[in-house]
């Protein structure tokens, strides 16, 4: 088996790709190959080869591949399952972004052979609020409430959806569309995504919260018979699930989803003015008390290697290398399907990207009160 940081390979150019490649430039020094479908620009960069490729063709995805040791994915979801194919084929590492059910699934079939890690949904959610979710999980004896909430949001939200495009619309609509898993009176089950609307309070700024698919990762599989109700919902600024809900349900474009993406591309405009919420609430007993434990950060964009990047360009780089660089060094399985909850929260945070994630430090929570995040439902 090859050195896993031998030879790293990104496919994917776009803001997330690219990001993680300054990222691995800038916090490790690392040559890497950042692979996409388009011609590469004509700056150079000592640490970065850029590469031309087409992962449709198998012979070109097969070269790429066998000279390197570590393949990242950051591709659409729906590339997951051929990448890591091919990646287990040959004996490469596989990573990806995925927040995707049933691409996880088929890339956890192939785990049983694997002499690689196969080692999907990695990033900010799901990623990193697996990892928080299970470190919170493990402060109590017993286990009531797990509540995982995640927004990417713009900072002003001016027009009528309440939203801005941050990151991948392929992802969005997926995420609003498929069904959500969660963990109901003790029983693993699924929900509609879009429903279990709340209101959520963070100093002082009003949000809302509601259900979405994928986020979750395999943490409802992890957590089945410790907890009585987990749940994950993002984050939007008031009023966005409503104008959703009348393009998916009212007006049927869920079952559509090509010409929702049409619609939501030519009227949604894309904007780097973001922020990253993380909030996540435990309850249950300690001790023979019933208690509660919150978490909740807000992060924003930050200059990386000489560029501006967004809040959720650097969180979701960074959750994808904190785990990379826990397998590196020999802290994750060293083969086969690794989920996200099997990096500790202080593992994460011991870590050369740990610094982006600063805030969920139980030491930084502390103060007079913490601003925690108050649900309050909303009947539909």
């Keep these: 088996m090859k050195n896993p940081l031998e030879a790293i390979l990104i496919l994917g150019a776009g803001k997330i790709g690219s990001t993680i490649a300054d990222m691995?430039?800038?916090?490790?020094?690392?040559?890497?190959?950042?692979?996409?479908?388009?011609?590469?620009?004509?700056?150079?960069?000592?640490?970065?080869?850029?590469?031309?490729?087409?992962?449709?063709?198998?012979?070109?995805?097969a070269e790429a591949l066998r000279k390197h040791s570590l393949v990242i994915n950051a591709l659409p979801f729906f590339c997951a399952a051929r990448v890591a194919t091919a990646a287990a084929q040959h004996e490469v590492h596989y990573f990806d972004l995925t927040e995707d059910v049933a691409a996880t699934r088929?890339?956890?079939?192939?785990?049983?052979?694997?002499?690689?890690?196969?080692?999907?949904?990695?990033?900010?959610?799901?990623?990193?609020?697996?990892m928080l979710?299970?470190?919170?999980a493990g402060q109590f004896d017993a286990l009531h409430?797990?509540?995982?909430?995640?927004?990417?949001?713009?900072?002003?939200?001016?027009?009528?959806l309440r939203y801005h495009f941050t990151w991948s619309i392929d992802g969005l609509i997926n995420e609003y569309c498929n069904p959500c898993d969660a963990i109901v009176n003790g029983q693993l089950t699924q929900v509609q995504p879009l429903e279990g609307l709340e209101s959520w309070l963070l100093d002082g700024q009003q949000f809302e919260a509601f259900n979405t698919s994928g986020g979750l990762g395999t943490l409802c599989e992890t957590l089945q018979?410790?907890?009585?109700?987990?749940?994950y919902k993002t984050l939007r600024h008031s009023g966005h699930r409503d104008a959703m809900h009348l393009?998916?349900?009212?007006?049927?474009?869920?079952?559509?989803?090509?010409?929702?993406?049409?619609?939501?591309?030519?009227?949604?405009?894309?904007?780097?003015?973001?922020m990253v919420?993380?909030?996540?609430?435990?309850?249950?007993?300690?001790?023979?008390?019933?208690?509660?434990?919150?978490?909740?950060?807000?992060?924003?964009?930050?200059?990386?290697r000489g560029r501006h990047r967004t809040a959720i360009e650097l969180t979701t780089a960074a959750g994808m290398l904190g785990a990379v660089e826990l397998f590196a060094t020999g802290r994750l399985p060293q083969h086969g399907f690794v989920r996200q909850e099997q990096c500790t929260l202080s593992a994460l945070l011991a870590t050369r990207v740990g610094h982006y994630f600063e805030g969920l430090r139980e030491d930084a929570q502390n103060g007079a009160e913490p601003a925690a995040p108050v649900p309050q439902a909303v009947h539909r």
């Design 277 to 304: 919420v993380i909030a996540a609430t435990a309850t249950g007993l300690r001790g023979g008390r019933l208690e509660q434990e919150t978490r909740t950060v807000r992060i924003y964009g930050a200059p990386l």
């Design 247 to 274: 393009l998916l349900h009212g007006l049927r474009l869920m079952e559509r989803r090509d010409l929702l993406r049409q619609v939501l591309e030519g009227a949604v405009p894309h904007s780097r003015d973001d």
């Design 106 to 130: 088929a890339i956890r079939a192939l785990a049983p052979q694997a002499r690689a890690v196969l080692m999907p949904q990695c990033g900010l959610a799901p990623g990193v609020i697996g």
């Design 225 to 231: 018979g410790r907890v009585r109700n987990l749940s």
């Design 145 to 160: 409430e797990l509540q995982l909430r995640v927004g990417a949001l713009t900072v002003h939200a001016t027009n009528a």
């Design 133 to 136: 979710g299970g470190h919170l």
């Design 24 to 61: 691995l430039a800038e916090l490790h020094g690392l040559p890497t190959t950042l692979a996409d479908m388009q011609p590469s620009p004509a700056a150079s960069d000592p640490l970065i080869n850029r590469l031309q490729l087409d992962i449709q063709s198998d012979a070109a995805l």
